[in-house]
């Protein structure tokens, strides 16, 4: 089954949690799969950080025939994040008041912006009801912002290797990666290469954060006691650099840090526990025993304020990345949480 690309055009201003407004956004949005005859099948999924809306490229084990999702029994949404670079409206789109690229004047985002902008989508598409969303990381965090936001429209939710409120851990580490855009000589461009090099430093410290040591030890040992320069290690960190700058730019990475950093569904709700109250889907918490970057104590206080929450905690040597690698270990998660396999919706 082929995905469908699609891109839905925004022609009004859109406000901002900032102040700020754009005048007007798109979204590019994929399908895989089709709605039944009661539109009781639609799974949204949310992407990370440096994800795309196409599902199939970077969580394909998921949605397959035998996948948690089967594209045969339901019909998968995704979109790309407002700020992305990946057809959505970000800073390298031409701003329709200047006729130039937005580039550095690009507006602050925060994930309550992003899923403003998805849930017009969503009533674009006339889906007054959500079967599951799902998201991981940045994506988890958009998925619980919304589930807040409209408490009557999701019947399930699965929040994977997320939190409620960004640490200050998470925000030093995307600091680090910004004080390394910020170090590349041509960030100060306005240019869609500004900030490349430091980019590819971003990604190397951000590596450290998704992995961890053991998972370093294992894939990254020198087999050559020899040697004195030019480690597996080196070389990887640089090639990890390189891959992410031929696909993404520095801006869009830039913005979706800052969101990332903003996240607290407490801000303006009473408190982040009032605001996990709110959520009426039943909901299914999954951590990775040795995230570095969001640790399972953050999945077990999302779980505990959640009045119908499960705790799923699942074993990986890949860090904070298990949430994209680990896919039988999510897919059985999963298909417990619904006590049986998603690809059984009538259609």
Not at 35 to 49: G, P, Y
Not at 72 to 90: D, F, M, P, Q, R
Not at 158 to 172: K, Q, R
Request: aromatic share 10%; net charge neutral.
């Amino acid at each position: 089954m082929e995905i469908q690309n699609h891109t839905f055009h925004y022609n009004q201003p859109f406000e901002l949690e900032s102040g700020e407004k754009l005048p007007g956004f798109q979204l590019r949005y994929t399908t895989l799969g089709k709605i039944n005859s009661n539109r009781s099948n639609v799974v949204w999924v949310c992407h990370a950080l440096t994800g795309s809306a196409d599902v199939t490229q970077w969580w394909k084990e998921l949605f397959e025939e035998e996948g948690a999702f089967d594209p045969e029994h339901n019909l998968i949404v995704c979109a790309n994040t407002l700020g992305g670079c990946y057809g959505s409206t970000g800073p390298l789109s031409v701003n329709p008041e200047t006729g130039k690229p937005w580039f550095h004047s690009f507006p602050l985002l925060t994930n309550r912006d992003v899923v403003k902008a998805f849930d017009l989508l969503r009533e674009h598409l006339q889906l007054t009801n959500i079967h599951t969303i799902i998201g991981g990381s940045l994506g988890g965090q958009h998925a619980l912002e919304w589930v807040i936001y409209r408490p009557n429209v999701f019947q399930q939710a699965i929040l994977i290797a997320c939190n409620a409120v960004h640490s200050p851990w998470g925000i030093a580490f995307n600091e680090a990666q910004r004080m390394a855009i910020e170090a590349d000589a041509s960030w100060k461009n306005n240019d869609e290469r500004a900030g490349l090099e430091g980019l590819k430093a971003a990604r190397a410290i951000a590596i450290l954060s998704y992995r961890q040591y053991s998972s370093f030890a294992k894939t990254q040992e020198e087999k050559n006691t020899e040697l004195i320069d030019g480690f597996r290690a080196s070389t990887y960190q640089r090639y990890q650099g390189e891959k992410l700058s031929m696909r993404f730019n520095a801006y869009t990475y830039w913005i979706l840090s800052k969101m990332m950093d903003s996240h607290n569904v407490g801000r303006g709700r009473g408190s982040v526990e009032q605001a996990l109250k709110q959520i009426e889907s039943r909901t299914l918490v999954i951590g990775i025993d040795n995230d570095l970057l969001f640790p399972v104590s953050e999945q077990a206080f999302i779980q505990r304020h959640i009045r119908s929450a499960e705790l799923k905690i699942i074993s990986s040597t890949h860090g904070h990345d298990g949430f994209l690698i680990e896919s039988d270990q999510l897919k059985k998660g999963i298909n417990q949480f619904f006590k049986k396999s998603l690809s059984t919706i009538s259609t």
